[in-house]
């Protein structure tokens, strides 16, 4: 709105009303405005504070990835207040874990350079064209998610240095020959069991609903009918992407193009060196490196030199070399020294980098390529229609944020202006909602008090890349009870369920008392049937009732042992287990293997042990939370 008040600017309205903002803050004082722009702490660790700010992001994060890995199931999920409440919940511990972690690290006096993080960062396949960093899709990529370059490497380097404390945890567990045996035996042992099913639909369409049983029951769980608030939402949608395929260009255009940015279709120019590095900034450092120098200068094999004196111990051991690279992958002047000799067998002088002095010797250059013009001409193309493509999708855009400013109670005018349809919904809770309509800013739009509650158009909300939309909402319901007229059946399906489960559970409960004093004759009585033997492992087929078979004791002197469990549909299964089985052992590979994976769960449990070592001793506060108690 603040743009549309700057675009007013001379309006007489708009003078009044900066004029009135004005008196206000002379009256008043600004101490409070200024205050409210603290940023809110969403949890305070050991004084440590993660904001609500960034928290929103992390969550909003984590949401738009489960969203795109379960799809509908997971709007479904979010549909329900109280699993969002244990979402967020669940996604703020993990931020707080994260940082309990961090600073256990720097305690522990763990560290990543810059050099490291750097690395990281060019090996990051995100960043990559043709399977090689490229900076323009790095700071691409990183405005899109809203990052500077230092707040990314600060990320990584945080990363990385968490990933070094997880590791030396995870790498200080075992396993015994002994123990991997035993374990092995229990984890491949099967048992043999039969199953009585006592289906609850059968119980439930026997169950009579009294009207007051379904009235108490709605009276007593109002939340389980509850209709969210809601509201009616149009929007216009505006990208690029349908304007690309009527943009035609010719070849020549695409040659020119070629001509002119020879850069962008080369490889770059590698250079291969070895090197030696003495560590420091000081004198010593200096002196000792300067007589290295001296000696090489004098006919000593660099190789050897750099075996025996060099500090870079990874390289040293193969006599300095390190990898082919290219500019923008080293420190600036390393780099600049290593490219500016001029052919294999040239030595630098003393390089002063922020590690220390280096000598470096030129092994090897791989030139630039300049790729064939019919090799990238399909790529050009497709740039220069992106590129015509946005010319236009920008100019629409303002004419679209021009258009909905001016006609502010319609979309129609705004519609027609651009060419667009408008998108109308049925009532809709925002927060369920995907797609377009899922975008943060656009969810925080649609709540705003001129478009929830003025009904005005939204500004132009950017949602991607050359992707934008504007919104209104038409109507608006709050949240409410239905009325029990409405949901009188649910009601009724939902208590005659209820009544069903203890019903069949009351059943079950008699037969076991009868089978465990050895009696049988009341299965055959009420017309059941145990199944036919089946053997089963610890993973299935039905997880529930193999966690209850092998929970069971083990059967003796031929004598059944009998559990209850239920089924993923909610039937009552009595499990009747008649023998274990014990299997033959694999060999030494094998045992190999199963060994790994109980050091791994070993390390998960030593990783949950520590956190919660961790939270125990630290000061952890959440201070929106318990604002919102008071």
């Given amino acids: ?82 699993y969002v409440k244990q979402f967020r919940q669940s996604v703020l511990d993990r931020m707080v874990n994260d940082e309990l ?77 002994d123990e991997a045996d035993e374990l092995r035996k ?89 090197h030696i590095l003495i560590k420091g900034d000081t004198t010593a450092a200096k002196a000792k490196a300067e007589a290295l120098l001296a000696k090489l200068q004098s006919g000593a094999n660099f190789a050897e030199v750099a075996k025996q004196s060099s500090d870079d111990t990874f390289s040293a051991k193969d006599g300095g070399k390190l990898e082919w690279f290219t500019k923008g992958m080293m420190d600036p002047a390393f780099e600049q020294e290593a490219f500016a000799l001029a052919k294999p067998g040239d030595m630098s002088g003393l390089v002063k980098s922020s590690f220390g002095y280096h000598i470096i010797l030129l092994d090897g250059i791989k030139a630039g390529k300049v790729k064939p013009f019919a090799d990238v001409k399909a790529t050009i193309v497709a740039e220069l229609q992106h590129q015509q493509a946005a010319d236009e999708f920008y100019k629409l855009k303002s004419k679209l944020a021009e258009v909905a400013f001016e006609s502010p109670d319609s979309l129609d005018a705004a519609a027609e202006a651009v060419n667009a349809k408008i998108v109308n919904t049925g009532y809709i809770t925002p927060a369920a909602e995907k797609g377009v309509l899922a975008n943060k800013q656009v969810q925080e739009t649609l709540q705003s008090p001129e ?25 608006a319901r709050a949240e409410a009870v239905l009325p029990f007229k409405d949901v009188a059946a649910k009601v009724t399906a939902m208590v005659a369920s209820q009544k069903g489960e203890q019903q069949a559970q009351a059943k079950a409960d ?39 078979a092998f929970s069971l004791p083990k059967p003796t002197a031929g004598k059944t042992t009998y559990g209850i469990a239920r089924d993923n549909n909610g039937n009552v299964e009595i499990i009747a287990l008649d023998k274990v089985v014990n299997m033959k052992l694999a060999g030494d590979k094998v045992n190999g293997q199963f060994a790994e994976q109980i050091e791994q769960m070993f390390a998960q449990e030593d990783l949950a042990a520590t956190l919660k070592t961790l939270r125990e001793s630290a000061e952890i506060s959440y201070p929106m939370q318990d604002s919102s108690k008071d």
């Fill in 186 to 274: 229990l984890e491949s042992q099967q048992r043999v069991v039969r199953t009585l099913t006592l289906n609850l639909a059968d119980f439930t369409q026997k169950v009579k609903v009294t009207d007051k049983e379904a009235q108490d029951f709605y009276d007593q769980n109002p939340n389980l009918f509850t209709r969210p608030a809601q509201i009616k939402v149009s929007y216009i949608e505006l990208s690029d992407k349908g304007l690309t395929k009527d943009i035609k260009v010719s070849e020549q255009a695409a040659e020119t193009y070629y001509k002119d940015n020879q850069a962008k279709f080369s490889t770059a120019e590698e250079r291969e060196v070895s």
């Fill in 101 to 177: 972690i961090q600073q256990r690290a720097n305690k522990l006096g763990l560290s990543v350079s810059d050099a490291q993080v750097k690395q990281e960062i060019l090996a990051m396949p995100a960043f990559a064209v043709d399977g090689v960093f490229n900076n323009e899709q790095y700071n691409m990529a990183l405005r899109r998610a809203g990052f500077t370059p230092d707040q990314f490497a600060e990320t990584i380097r945080k990363d990385m240095l968490r990933q070094q404390f997880l590791s030396a945890l995870q790498g200080s567990d075992f396993v015994l020959a």
């Fill in 510 to 548: 008699e037969i076991m008392a009868d089978l465990r004093k050895g009696k049988d004759d009341i299965v055959a009585k009420d017309g059941l049937s145990f199944s036919g033997e089946q053997t089963i492992n610890r993973s299935g087929p039905n997880v529930n009732i193999s966690n209850v």
């Fill in 451 to 475: 478009v929830h509650d003025d009904g005005m158009n939204s500004d132009v909300i950017e949602v991607g890349p050359e992707h934008v939309i504007v919104v209104r909402v038409d109507d």
């Fill in 1 to 82: 709105m603040m743009e549309r008040l700057r675009e007013g600017a001379n309006s007489i309205w708009v003078k009044i009303i900066l004029s009135l903002i004005i008196l206000s803050f002379v009256f008043a004082g600004v101490g409070s405005y200024l205050a409210s722009g603290n940023e809110q702490v969403a949890a305070k660790i050991n004084g440590k504070d993660i904001s609500q700010r960034q928290f929103e992001q992390v969550y909003q994060n984590e949401r738009n990835r489960m969203q795109q890995r379960m799809g509908d199931y997971f709007s479904t999920l979010m549909s329900d207040p109280t």
